[in-house]
Structure formats: C-alpha cells, structure tokens
T-cell receptor
Framework: AQSVTQLDSQVPVFEEAPVELRCNYS??????LFWYVQYPNQGLQLLLKYLSGSTLVKGINGFEAEFNKSQTSFHLRKPSVHISDTAEYFC?????????FGSGTRLQVQP | DAGITQSPRHKVTETGTPVTLRCHQTENHRYMYWYRQDPGHGLRLIHYSYGVKDTDKGEVSDGYSVSRSKTEDFLLTLESATSSQTSVYFCAISVGTSGGQETQYFGPGTRLLVL
C-alpha cells in the first residue's frame, strides 16, 4: 500500500521569505504525486502534479515541487510567500485511481 | 471549476438518524469519489464509483453506503449517524487518461455535525 508523510504539521514563515513544505512517500510501483491547497473554509484546489517527465514541476501561484525518486520525496517550494498563501497544503499519491493523502501542513504567513 | 456541486453544504443531525449527501457533476466523468476530512488525518477515501451502479469500498467505509443510478449523481448515505461521523465530506471526480495518470478535482464540501 502506498503512504504519504508530511513531516511538518505547521510551518510559520514571514512574508517574502522562502518556504519548503516536505512530503515523503512510499510506493512500490509507478508514482504519480500531487499537491493540493485548501484555503480556510474552502475545498481543495490542485496546485501541481507529477505524472512523468521533468522532475521539477511548476504549479499555480508561484509554487514548484521536485520529484526525487532516490529520496522518495516530493517537496513543495516557493521562493517568496505572501500573506494570501496562508492555507493548508496536502501532498497525495494516487493508487488504483484513488488518492492517499498526507495529514497536511498548515502554512502560516506572518507580516 | 470542475462542475461539481454538493448538497447540503451544512447539516446538523442527531445520532441514529439516516443522512444522505449528494454530489452532482455536469461533465459526465466516469469516476467519482467520497472522502472525509478530519484534523490530523488529511482526507480518507470512503467509497468510489467507476460507473453507474458500479461502486467499491475505500479505507473508511464502515457505516456508509453509496449509490449511483445516474452518471451525474453520486449519493453517500450514513445509515445511522454517529458522533464519529462528524466531519467534512468531499466529493471528487477523476479527469484524464487511464494508467493512473488521472487528476482528481474536488467539490466544495459538506460540513456534517452529528449531535
């Protein structure tokens, strides 16, 4: 069975600072990975996805993630965060057409 | 916007009562899913459907049933609601090619409180 671990439950950061949200996965088969964002009291929005090809994936709102097969990681990064990036971020892996999610990382951007 | 609506958006009910949540899509996608979201657990799969009348269980299916009589509608029923089923419920659809490279898009969620 596939699983996803998000190592940080909360990440506080100051506005305009860089941020990295960590995600590790376990899988014995081909891996397709996703990052979703959830703003307060809203549904989940797709940020980016890795299906194949380049290991550096660019998403919406200036986020990017790098697929690292040897380290089984798919960390999410942004070089300069804004207050509006305050949200919860979920890493997920797809298996048999269903998503397995990590427990989420709450990004708190402070002025 | 993936054309997914959920109803109701909020519901308060009492322990032991049946509850049905509805997910509606406008784009005739074959695969539909129900997840629940709880603090510290992310989202967990309850049931999914791969076509009309074709459904299967997910990780946390106990106490839930589903039905899909039309492509556009996927219903989740709590047969006898319990306080442990207080949660936020999300419906999703799967879009894309076969072979695992699909992308899931989510509805706005239903917030359920069982007293």
């Amino acid at each position: 069975a596939q699983s996803v671990t998000q190592l940080d439950s909360q990440v506080p950061v100051f506005e305009e600072a860089p941020v990295e949200l960590r995600c590790n996965y376990s899988s014995s088969v081909s891996v397709y990975l996703f990052w979703y964002v959830q703003y307060p009291n809203q549904g989940l929005q797709l940020l980016l996805k890795y299906l194949s090809g380049s290991t550096l994936v660019k998403g919406i709102n200036g986020f990017e993630a790098e697929f690292n097969k040897s380290q089984t990681s798919f960390h999410l990064r942004k070089p300069s965060v804004h207050i509006s990036d305050t949200a919860e971020y979920f890493c997920a892996v797809i298996s048999r057409r269903a998503l397995t999610f990590g427990s989420g990382t709450r990004l708190q951007v402070q002025p | 916007d993936a054309g997914i609506t959920q109803s109701p958006r909020h519901k308060v009910t009492e322990t032991g009562t049946p509850v049905t949540l509805r997910c509606h899509q406008t784009e005739n996608h074959r695969y539909m899913y129900w997840y629940r979201q709880d603090p510290g657990h992310g989202l967990r799969l309850i049931h999914y459907s791969y076509g009309v009348k074709d459904t299967d269980k997910g990780e946390v299916s106990d106490g839930y049933s589903v039905s899909r009589s039309k492509t556009e509608d996927f219903l989740l029923t709590l047969e006898s609601a319990t306080s442990s089923q207080t949660s936020v419920y999300f419906c999703a659809i799967s879009v894309g090619t076969s072979g695992g490279q699909e992308t899931q898009y989510f509805g706005p969620g239903t917030r359920l409180l069982v007293l």
